[in-house]
């Protein structure tokens, strides 16, 4: 094929040239024969001529390129021979050496030759697949007798002299030992900015004279001196409760592997005074940013953070997200009348000027979701300010409650739909979300977005992604519930008489709902609110009434706390495979507790969509179900979690969940 398409390269237009000669030879014939024949024998002489001539011609040309190609492989041989890059050709399928360069086998204790050798011998852990991939440089660096490379390769196809078509894999293997040791020393210099926090200050120092608080103070401070001291960092405290710590990114891996052991040593510190209140910190912790000014607002947020998820743990930044440490003990009650009362005011201004006001729980609301709104609708409508609910289609554990509420005149046009309200909504619209502080559980992500005012009322820890650009965050975890923070907002609000008997009677049934009937997570504010809904007009018959549940309902819950199981000792688990509805599963979580021997409860079920698994959990206070749920996607506080894992299939979510639980007490 080469001879025919040189043979056409040569000989353009060789046969056009003698058909004409040709042609007119034979015109010449109608007037002298002889002349004719002449000219017929000199065309044969020229086209005899013309194919010696281009015989010689292609000789010399194949000739020329033969040559010219003999010098190329010897140049790539030598190239290949002498390369001041190591090279190895092998087999990617077998791994076995075909042939490698001088350099590469000084790199390999100075073995003469590597036939009958696999890559993978040498260089254990060296995954070729990227060259079956198609890729020319390999993914990440290869680690050869503690010398680090950077290997680029191709594939080829060749024929063996079986006839068989084989793949080799032709690779340069680039010594980048000194650069990545820069490289990490760089990373391992750049600065991180702890802030340290006494976050109980007050009550540790509480009733106790002064040489045992300057006692109490020393003692902490030569714990954490001591915590801080292998790092040579930068150690100072710039308030009475506040300390500043710069330290290099090195040290920070170590801090996170013992899970910030300074928590447990500061916990192991005797309290000041008999009745004291133990001391506990809390750390934030700044990285990955561009200069120290940025790197102490990371380590403020994360400070806010640790203390939104109830303090006692640390909580570090980066550029991209949140990572918690600790924060397994039950939160203490910390809130103070005046900062209630601050946000009261704060809220009744808000509220005072807006055009609508629009109050949105979480997906699929419960009575304590339904009854924080409710408390927010009579702040609006004491305030004159037009108020609706966002509603939530289908069935829900609020829905009779909601329906209840819009039976009183002043609910009469009280739900609103999400996209009723977008288009509604103007920039004076308040938006308040109430009992979540989660952008991605909110009822309508779209009217959140929409609204560029928004208030947040909420008593679950926060999470990694929370609700940011609020203009009004109340949020406490130490709180029993939302419908409790709002029955606090509303003693500075309103009288009694202007909170509706079916409106106290939801705010207090949300209450219940989240306290197991004032029995779990109570404080002396859980009842001051019970009380001021009882003046209110709230009966407590009436809420009774509506934790009632139907035979089948209970048929329902025993049968699946009889499926439980025990894990850990004291962990109850069950799960069922077909939808018994999100009520019942609490309710199965909750009754478990009531079993002796049984400190956590977990109950799994598909969604009645068939798209997602839901977790309903339940703690007596050994276990912090939270932390446990955050790694599936929940949330929620150390008593009550749950989580909607976006997989129908519940044996394969309950192998995660026992997973996560495992984690759970390997870090404790």
């Known amino acids: 094929m080469k001879n025919n398409k040189l043979s056409r390269l040569l000989e353009p237009s060789l046969g056009l040239y003698l058909a004409c000669l040709v042609l007119f030879a034979l015109a010449s014939a109608l007037f002298s024969r002889p002349l004719a024949v002449i000219e017929l024998v000199v065309v044969v002489i020229l086209y005899l001529y013309l194919r010696r001539s281009n015989s010689i011609r292609k000789r010399e040309m194949l000739r020329y390129i033969e040559s010219v190609t003999s010098n190329m492989n010897v140049a790539t041989r030598d190239t290949m021979v002498n390369s001041p890059l190591p090279m190895v050709i092998f087999h990617p399928d077998t791994d076995e050496i075909i042939w490698s360069n001088e350099r590469f086998l000084q790199l390999t204790d100075g073995r003469e030759h590597l036939f009958d050798t696999t890559l993978s011998a040498l260089v254990p852990g060296f995954d070729t697949r990227w060259l079956l991939e198609g890729k020319s440089v390999c993914p990440g660096e290869v680690v050869l007798d503690d010398r680090r490379f950077l290997v680029y390769g191709s594939l080829v196809r060749s024929e063996e002299k079986r006839s068989r078509a084989a793949m080799l894999a032709t690779t340069y293997w680039v010594e980048i030992t000194e ?103 809390s750390i934030g912790v700044g990285k990955d940013a561009p200069d120290f000014r940025e790197l102490f607002e990371y380590a403020s947020l994360s400070i806010e953070m640790a203390l939104s998820r109830g303090g006692d743990q640390a909580v570090v930044k980066n550029k991209f997200n949140f990572e918690f440490y600790g924060g397994r003990n039950k939160e203490m009650e910390k809130r103070t009348k005046v900062k209630s009362r601050v946000m009261a005011n704060a809220l009744a201004e808000l509220v005072a000027d807006s055009s609508y006001v629009f109050v949105m729980g979480h997906k699929f609301p419960d009575l304590d979701c339904i009854g924080a709104c409710a408390g927010v609708c009579a702040i609006a409508r004491k305030k004159g300010v037009p108020v609706r609910i966002i509603k939530e289609g289908g069935n829900n554990p609020a829905a009779d409650m909601a329906e209840k509420l819009s039976q009183v005149p002043e609910y009469k046009d009280g739900f609103l739909s999400p996209q009723d309200a977008i288009v509604l909504a103007d920039p004076r619209t308040l938006l308040v979300v109430v009992d979540t502080n989660r952008p991605e559980q909110v009822m309508s992500q779209d009217l959140l977005e929409c609204c560029t005012r928004v208030a947040v009322i909420d008593h679950h820890r926060r999470a990694a992604s929370y609700i940011s650009n609020a203009a009004l965050n109340f949020h406490e975890p130490y709180a029993s519930s939302a419908s409790e923070l709002v029955t606090e907002l509303l003693q500075y609000i309103l009288e009694p008489t202007d909170l509706l008997k079916i409106e106290a009677e939801a705010v207090l049934a949300g209450i219940v709902l989240d306290t197991k009937n004032f029995t779990m997570r109570t404080g002396t504010r859980t009842f001051e609110a019970a009380a001021f809904l009882r003046r209110s007009g709230a009966d407590t018959g009436d809420v009774k009434k509506l934790f009632q549940n139907d035979l089948a309902g209970v048929i329902s819950r025993y049968d699946i706390i009889r499926n439980a199981r025990m894990y850990h000792g004291d962990i109850a688990v069950t799960a069922v495979d077909h939808p018994v509805g999100r009520v ?85």
């Open 179 to 281: 650069y990545a040791q820069v490289k990490e020393e760089f990373f391992a210099s750049q600065p991180v900015v702890a802030i340290l926090l006494l976050d109980n200050y007050e009550d540790a120092m509480k009733n106790t004279d002064e040489a045992a608080r300057a006692a109490l103070r020393s003692e902490i401070d030569k714990r954490l001196s001591a915590w801080v001291h292998p790092t040579g960092g930068l150690f100072l405290r710039y308030d009475r409760d506040r300390y500043l710590f710069v330290f290099e990114e090195r040290y920070l891996k170590h801090f996170q592997e013992t899970k910030f052991d300074i928590l447990d040593a500061i916990h192991d510190i005797p309290p000041a005074a008999a009745g004291a209140a133990p001391a506990t910190v």
């Open 584 to 668: 019942t599963a609490a309710q199965a979580a909750d009754e478990l507790l009531n079993i002796s021997g049984i400190d956590a409860s977990f109950v799994l079920s598909p969604d009645d969509d068939g798209e997602r698994t839901i977790i309903s959990a339940r703690s007596m206070g050994n276990t912090n179900v939270q932390v446990v749920l955050e790694k599936l996607g929940g949330g929620g506080n150390a008593a009550t979690a749950g989580a909607q894992v976006p997989n129908p299939d519940v044996n394969a979510v309950l192998q995660d969940l026992l997973r996560a639980i495992d984690q759970y007490f390997e870090e404790d």
